[in-house]
């Protein structure tokens, strides 16, 4: 079955500090990978998704399938990344169909 | 940018109640999506709408639920019997063709509330 593990439910890093969201897979086939984010009152919204290989407002994720992991990091965090972060897994060819972590709150303090 | 609408944004309901949580989609967008978080959990799929039909559901979508898109604009959610367990936050999402990978636009939500 695909699942997908955020272990953390709160992370809280100073302004300035390194952050890094942790996120694991668990799925047979090829995974497609994004993170979505919610900041707070706002609806959720797509970060970034493995296959771009993107960096958005200084946010990189890539994928270990090793590991099966696709950690989120960045390396200033700012007070506006305080929001919460979800990471989700879609299955190839399957791509509204998404099966979200249970989330990690950020909260960058100043 | 253009936005997913969704209408009314707390609904509160009796218990075997029938409600409908209504979506307005993004105007060229074709596929269509009802996600639900109860409190403290995770974001689920219930179902994704396409030229029409259901293209997949859920486990939890069953005979209770049911999508309409009644007149090319709107797609909405029927709960035909409300369960105290179907409080939670439901959100409807949509994207543009492309089948994969395509990027989901959300809806800011609907609170139910069964009483």
């Known amino acids: 079955a695909q699942r997908v593990t955020q272990p953390e439910k709160l992370l809280s890093v100073f302004k300035g500090a390194p952050v890094e969201l942790k996120c694991n897979y668990s799925?047979?086939?090829?995974?497609?990978l994004f993170w979505y984010v919610q900041y707070s009152r706002q609806r959720l919204q797509l970060l970034l998704r493995h296959i771009s290989r993107e960096s958005i407002k200084g946010f990189t994720a890539d994928l270990n399938k090793g590991e099966t992991s696709f950690h989120l990091k960045k390396p200033f965090a700012q007070e506006e990344d305080s929001a919460m972060y979800y990471c989700?897994?879609?299955?190839?060819?399957?791509?509204?169909?998404?099966?979200f972590g249970q989330g990690t709150e950020l909260s960058v303090k100043p | 940018e253009p936005e997913v609408t969704q209408t009314p944004s707390h609904q509160v309901t009796q218990m075997g109640q029938e409600v409908i949580l209504r979506c307005v989609p993004i105007?060229?967008?074709?596929?269509f999506y009802w996600y639900r978080q109860i409190l403290g959990q995770k974001v689920e799929f219930l179902v994704s709408?396409?030229?029409?039909?259901?293209?997949?559901k859920s486990e939890i979508f069953d005979d209770q639920f049911s999508v309409e898109r009644p007149d090319g604009s709107n797609f909405t959610l029927k709960i035909r019997s409300t369960k105290l367990e179907d409080s939670a936050m439901y959100f409807c999402?949509?994207?543009?063709?492309?089948?994969?990978?395509?990027?989901?636009?959300f809806g800011s939500g609907t609170q139910l509330s069964v009483l």
């Open positions: 799925y047979s086939g090829s995974p497609e």
């Open positions: 709408f396409y030229n029409n039909e259901i293209s997949e």
């Open positions: 999402a949509s994207s543009v063709p492309g089948g994969n990978n395509e990027k989901l636009f």
């Open positions: 989700a897994l879609s299955r190839h060819n399957q791509g509204g169909k998404l099966i």
């Open positions: 105007s060229n967008h074709l596929y």
